[in-house]
């Protein structure tokens, strides 16, 4: 008896075929038009990030492009009603109607904010995103307190419950974060820039990235037990981040020159995407070890019912390094192309770009361990485990105790 | 490889899978020690670090400057050898089996698969229940056969699958070879040009000593500017450069910032860092006892030595603004600029040497003028600066008549202290100053700077404290200046390092195959498949193949499908 089950998208029917794959065009569409608007637009991509979204000119070539995308979706859609199942679209949509949402919601927040003139440099302590920054460490905490008690509860609304919390907490974490980018531009033309810049803000979008990617494997695995795993790492995170706050670290300052570029806009995310999904396959592998030592101990059936079975843990581990170890390479060479930019190389031995490989090799080493013969599980959950310690101390560890060129994030 | 050779085994060894593993923990591993270990410090410190005995067996390991040493190279030439084996071993085999797809497949293997159905349906006939599996699994890439009254149809899904393999180690073959091809061919130093001035030489570590190299150019800096925050910070900053080829201007003033470098004749030129390039400093050194001055010139990085007296003083910075925050702590801050600084280091006979850093402005507070200040660091380290109010405005010659005529006031009353002394010796004070003119408006704060000048200015070991009097400032930019002839290499492997793993994670290959007999009045249907990645989601994928199977052959839809 397992808890993962046949049933995969419980959407399905919005995600699939003609309305799902024209939504997707639609949404290539927009990207298109805004990026060949900072391309070739009237006054190009300057330093002004966010301006530049909300400049009516940009407005068109995102609506043309949005509009050229749902006709040709809805041509080939129907001219090839294969073309609509394509996994590619079928399995992005979801992430694609998420971000719309978010932006939405980031709008609604606008709303909401202090009078223009009530925006301080030197006092930001009436800026909203504080706020909701809080509200999203509050659902994270609750998530996390929730799924452990859903272990024990399996049968009631809790899990549902832990769920919906972790919903919550990414729209408020990265509807906070939008905010932040739009209350940078407020504060002083001159200040704005993207959020993320520094390690507080880089935080919160760790939080937002590692839940909505335990949370998709979540609702695509039936895994929900592993949330009892993830979400206390990431509320460990979000009392730092709590710390951090307190410390003074929350503010938005102005970037130093080497960080205005927009590779940090492309790089800083998508390593994020990689912390991330090791932090997931983290969880898989404790959940993974803990399950193992139930077994051995001889615990309740109920108890083990919940944990979906030891291959599964095991698999959903390697799924979590699958998207994380793509994705952490592509954040480092994109990493080496801003270095190359702003450095004058690609590669400097800089103390964050060589624990940057170390974790890059750790998980290579990961990857060959499973497919050569000998290693089982147990040894495979501890690699992920070990893994994420070596990924942390990139991330933070770097940053507390070796010097070096990344040294803006310092502590 | 029928030849069975001495080299067998080790060709084997050298493309295991524990030679990979077991690599790829000892490349992350070294790479460690050189992050834990600061690289390329200055050896003195190495010494007193870690004793002499640990020093020498670091420097035989090489472990200062450990990403350059043989042994690291050699670890990466190892990589790269067995990296080929392996590709030379796999890709074979690879492609053998990417091309080979049979189609006849035992009861036996077809045992061995994780996903496999086997059902009977009536009242169909096998050769039409072929054609119309073939339609329902028209994307996937079949081939069929008959055999033995059997008929199979194999499917295929992300063939390509092995390529990624293939990209990907390749990749980081390619990815090696172009980083070899920079280390070899190409260089990475740093150039300091003053404003005006050109320079055509790039200076840069070798192992653990400085090199340098003529560039077939001269860069000019034609003018630097910077740009600063609100709080302080630099915002911007920008060379003006112009670049001369025998002389002649070649490139002409082209403006350069971090993260927008200058591209010339394969050579990349950065905006990496600025400094003083040797301001133009005049100095007032003030007589604390008879308030008298006098002015010398000099520059930053230059030493004044005063013959009569034996002071030095050693010029080490100039700085046009210097914003600091003045609140106190908990509140809100308070960015203001205090004005130009120098900074120099006082040495003298019988005198401690210290650092300086000391305001042409006078300091103001609350909207008062504070007198002159200067900040004395003991330890000479910048962050140990505290602030020393000397009180005075040397700008106002009243102010020194002041004080002197207030201490003159003060020594009549030796055996008078506190408060009214006080007041009574600087009335007297001012009356003298001023006669019997109206007072000035600032007569308060003026008393406060006198007050203050009587702890300050006399406690202060120096025979002349030197204020910045003028300045004419002038910067140096600095460039770093690379040519790096494998970089392209570089990202054509990053590319294809990327496009193979994607391949690798994203497109697994899937097989299957049905199998269809006749038997009877109807066809026992065989459905088997597998697939290399991703075992969680083929659960579901098969359950929805064998629907789709099903219900494609079932009798009633093939009737709807003849009427
Ligand atoms: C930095 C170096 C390397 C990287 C980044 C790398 C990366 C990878 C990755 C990502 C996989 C796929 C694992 C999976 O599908 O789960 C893989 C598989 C494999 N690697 Fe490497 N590898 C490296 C070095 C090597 C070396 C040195 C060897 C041989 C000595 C090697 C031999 C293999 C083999 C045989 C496979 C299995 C292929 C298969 O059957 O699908 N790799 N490698």
Known sequence: MTAITASRFTLDGINRGLPGFARFCTYLGAIIGVSAYAMFGPDGYGDDGLLFFLTASSFSWIGIGALAGLATGTALGMAKPSITESKASVNIVPFLDGALLMILLTAVEVLFEPAADAYNYLDQSNLLSGSIIMTMNVTLLASALLYITHLFAPASIVGRLATASAWVGIYAGGSALLLRWYESYMLDVEIGHAPVSNLYEVFILLFCITTIVYLTLESRYKARAMGAFVLPLVSAGVFFGIWLSAHGHAEIKPLVPALQSYWMKIHVPMNFVGYGSFAVACGAGMAYLVREHLEKRGAKASLLAVFPSLDQLDQLGYKAVAIGFPAFTLATILGAAWAAEAWGGYWSWDPKETWALIVWLTYGAYLHVRVSHGWKGHSLAWWTVAGFLVTVFCFIGVNMYLSGLHSYGRL | ?563
């Open chain 2, 1 to 563: 490889m029928k030849t069975q050779s001495w080299f067998k085994p080790y060709f084997d060894r050298l493309s295991s899978m524990s030679l990979a593993i077991a690599l790829l923990t000892v490349l992350a591993l070294a790479s460690a020690i050189g992050t834990v270990l600061k690289q390329n410090q200055d050896q003195a410190d190495y010494l007193t670090q870690f004793g002499a005995l640990w020093y020498n067996v670091f420097v035989s390991l090489g472990l200062f400057d450990m990403y350059h040493t043989p042994w690291f190279f050699g670890l990466l030439v190892f990589l790269m050898v067995s990296l080929c084996v392996c590709l030379w071993r796999n890709v074979p085999v690879f492609l053998k089996e990417m091309r080979s797809r049979k189609v006849v497949i035992t009861d036996k293997s077809l045992k061995g698969f994780h996903h496999l159905k086997r059902w009977k349906l009536d009242g169909v006939d096998a050769a039409e229940a072929k054609a119309t599996v073939s339609k329902a699994l028209s994307d996937w890439s079949q081939k069929s056969e008959e055999e033995d009254g059997r008929l199979y149809i194999r499917g295929d899904k992300g063939r390509s699958h092995k390529w990624g393999y293939i990209l990907v180690h390749s990749a980081i073959l390619v990815i090696l070879i172009g980083g070899w091809l920079g280390a070899q061919y190409g260089f990475r130093g740093t150039m300091t040009v003053v404003e005006n001035g050109t320079d055509n030489t790039i200076r840069f570590l070798k192992g653990t000593k400085t090199d340098q190299l003529k560039m077939p150019f001269d860069v000019r800096c034609d003018s630097f500017f910077i740009d600063f925050y609100p709080t302080g910070m630099p915002k911007e900053f920008r060379s003006t450069l112009s670049i001369l080829e025998d002389g002649k201007v070649v490139v002409d003033h082209k403006d350069i910032i971090v993260n927008e470098p200058l591209f010339y004749k394969g050579v990349r030129i950065y905006q990496a860092s600025f400094g003083d390039g040797g301001s133009a400093v005049t100095l007032k050194l003030v007589d604390p006892t008879s308030g008298k001055s006098r002015s010398i010139n000099t520059e930053v990085y230059k030493t004044w030595k005063d013959p009569e007296t034996g002071i030095s003083l050693e010029i080490t910075n100039f700085r046009p603004f210097n914003i600091e925050n003045m609140a106190n702590p908990g509140e809100a801050k308070k960015f203001h600029d205090l004005g130009p600084a120098v900074e120099y280091v006082v040495r003298g006979p019988n005198l401690k040497s210290v650092k300086v850093k000391s305001f042409m402005n006078t300091f103001t507070l609350d909207g008062q003028n504070r007198g002159h200040m200067i900040m004395v660091s003991l330890t000479g380290d910048a962050g140990d600066y505290q602030a020393y109010p000397l009180g005075l405005d040397f700008d106002q010659p009243t102010d020194w008549k002041l004080y002197t005529a207030f201490a003159e006031a003060l020594s009549k009353r030796p055996d008078q202290q506190g408060k009214e002394a006080n007041f009574a010796a600087f009335r007297e004070a001012m009356t003298k100053v001023f006669g019997d003119q109206k007072r000035p408006d600032d007569f308060q704060e003026r008393g406060m700077r006198v007050l203050q000048a009587m702890g300050s200015l006399s406690s202060l070991p120096w025979p002349y404290i030197p204020m910045l009097e003028d300045y004419n400032q002038m910067y140096y930019t600095g460039l770093e200046l690379t040519q790096d002839p494998g970089m392209n290499t570089v990202w054509v492997g990053s590319a294809l390092l990327v496009i193979g793993l994607c391949i690798m994670f994203y497109v697994p290959h899937r097989k299957l195959w049905v199998v269809l007999k006749a038997e009877g009045k109807g066809v026992e249907i065989t459905l088997g498949a597998m697939t290399n990645r991703n075992k969680l989601g083929f659960e579901n994928e098969f359950n929805q193949l064998l629907t789709k199977v099903d219900e494609a052959l079932r009798p009633q839809n093939n009737n709807r499908s003849a009427a």
